[in-house]
């Protein structure tokens, strides 16, 4: 049984992980097809598992019933790869009275290492399921995990800039709240944290005073993801809600129609943030999109 907490504890420098996001089952048009996707997956571990990861994280899509890839992924990872693999799994479209057949699976395949998340609302409405049977948060997830027989290592997402859904009366993201709501999930028995991505360090660092000023003493992975192209400015900013900095934002903007310069401005921006972060964290996590080379072109120049 290999934990990532474990990895951790016993590591002596900034390790680094990655993450992959399988395919939907269900092609859509205008979508990458499905081969070309899994083809993409596997080129992109296979790459950077040379320059030894301290796991892999396989995404959960509620939309797109990943259950169906995302689970042989990651046994395929750990399996064939031998790189420690850490399944995601979300309340969203796994009502209660799966979690333990679920988790059932996980044990069978050597999976030692869950993410467990509330999930990310389908863009077409959350599959109905019985009431009663939906967990709202990821808390509840965490508490039904923890009643399972096999001893898994559960990690959680936290937001460095509040999660952009925990909003105070003057309708600004509640970061004390969001805050107070990280510790309530954390206490229910977790080891590890993964963060949300963020553009500016400061964010993570202050973020990380706050977690620990409350007494929370796990670890914590900062995320990182290049913004290698200007659709992705639309993901931080909408679906993640991080700012991006204002340097960063004229650069990119300046060279919005010269896709070779942004993915530089953008692989650059991920080297100065990893740098800033490298011997005060214990590992970095890169979310990979499935591409390997600007992850690889960050941990060569950081190296
Ligand atoms: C590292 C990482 C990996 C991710 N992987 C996936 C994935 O594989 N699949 C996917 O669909 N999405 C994924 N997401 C996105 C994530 O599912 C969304 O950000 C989602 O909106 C929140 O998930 P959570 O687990 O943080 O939820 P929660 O911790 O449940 O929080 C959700 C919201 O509810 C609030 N809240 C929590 N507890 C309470 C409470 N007791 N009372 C009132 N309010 C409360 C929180 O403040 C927050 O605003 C990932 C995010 C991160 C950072």
Redesign the pocket.
């Known amino acids: 049984m290999m934990k990532v907490s474990d990895i951790l504890a016993n590591a002596d420098e900034t390790l680094f992980s990655i993450?992959v996001?399988p395919p939907k089952v269900a092609y859509s048009k205008g979508s990458t097809p499905i081969q070309q996707h899994l083809s993409n997956i596997f080129e992109t571990v296979e790459h950077l598992s040379k320059y030894d990861p301290a796991f892999v994280?396989?995404?959960?899509?509620?939309?797109g019933e990943?259950r169906a890839t995302?689970i042989p992924l990651a046994a395929i990872f750990k399996q064939r790869y031998g790189i420690e693999s850490v399944a995601?799994?979300?309340?969203?479209?796994t009502p209660r009275s799966e979690v333990a057949k679920t988790l059932d699976v996980l044990d069978y395949f050597d999976i030692d290492n869950i993410?467990?998340?509330?999930?990310?609302?389908?863009e077409c409405g959350i599959p109905a399921m019985a009431e009663g049977e939906c967990m709202?948060?990821?808390?509840?997830?965490v508490e039904e995990i923890n009643n399972h027989d096999h001893d898994f290592c559960i990690?959680?997402?936290?937001?460095p800039e509040?999660?952009?859904?925990?909003?105070g009366e003057d309708s600004c993201r509640?970061i004390d709240?969001?805050l107070?709501?990280?510790i309530?999930?954390v206490d229910k028995g977790v080891g590890f944290?993964?963060?949300?991505?963020f553009l500016d360090n400061d964010h993570f660092f202050e973020y990380v005073a706050r977690v620990r000023s409350a007494g929370v003493e796990i670890p914590i992975?900062p995320?990182i993801m290049p913004v290698i192209n200007m659709s992705i400015i639309d993901i931080v900013e909408g679906?993640?809600g991080a700012a991006i900095p204002d340097d960063l934002r004229r650069r990119l903007v300046d060279n919005a129609e010269d896709p070779d310069e942004i993915r530089a401005i953008g692989i650059d921006h991920a080297i100065d943030q990893c740098k800033g972060l490298m011997g005060k964290v214990p590992c970095i996590?890169f979310?990979t999109m499935d591409m390997w080379r600007p992850v690889e072109a960050i941990i060569e120049a950081i190296r």
């Open positions: 993450e996001f994280s396989v995404t959960y899509n509620p939309e990943t995302s995601h799994l979300t309340c969203i479209a993410l467990a998340l509330r999930g990310d609302r389908p709202e948060y990821a808390y509840e997830l990690g959680v997402a936290g937001y509040g999660h952009p859904e925990c909003l509640d709240g969001d107070e709501n990280f309530h999930k944290s993964i963060t949300q991505l992975i995320g679906l993640c996590h979310y």
